[in-house]
């Protein structure tokens, strides 16, 4: 009867360590998060997130680069008429 009481308790004890230790781990995990904004910073590094820095267009060129002026874009289709599009048809 002592053996089978004996045999239970470090399952027991198993469980608690790994509850404990998830515990602390998702506590870390959510401190980084909160204070490094880790996952915003991933996903910009994989490419999921679009990045903070502006586009081309607002960027200057660099000093002594002189660019010609862009001719007017060309339309590729016609003007869309007035009226209430549907939303199944967009």
């Known amino acids: ?3 089978r009481r004996d ?3 470090p399952r027991r004890r198993r469980w608690l360590i790994v509850l404990l230790i998830l515990i602390v781990a998702g506590g870390v995990a959510g401190v980084a998060q909160y204070r490094y ?3 915003r910073d ?3 590094r994989i490419g999921l997130l679009p990045s903070p820095t502006p586009g081309p267009a607002e960027v200057a ?3 002594g680069l002189d ?3 862009q001719p007017a874009a060309v339309a590729v ?3 869309a008429g007035p009226g ?3 939303p199944a048809r967009i």
């Open 1 to 3: 009867m002592v053996a």
């Open 7 to 9: 045999q239970r308790h």
């Open 37 to 39: 904004d880790a996952l």
């Open 42 to 44: 991933a996903g910009r």
């Open 61 to 63: 060129p660099p000093k």
């Open 67 to 69: 660019l010609p002026a």
């Open 77 to 79: 289709a016609p003007p």
């Open 84 to 86: 209430n599009p549907s």
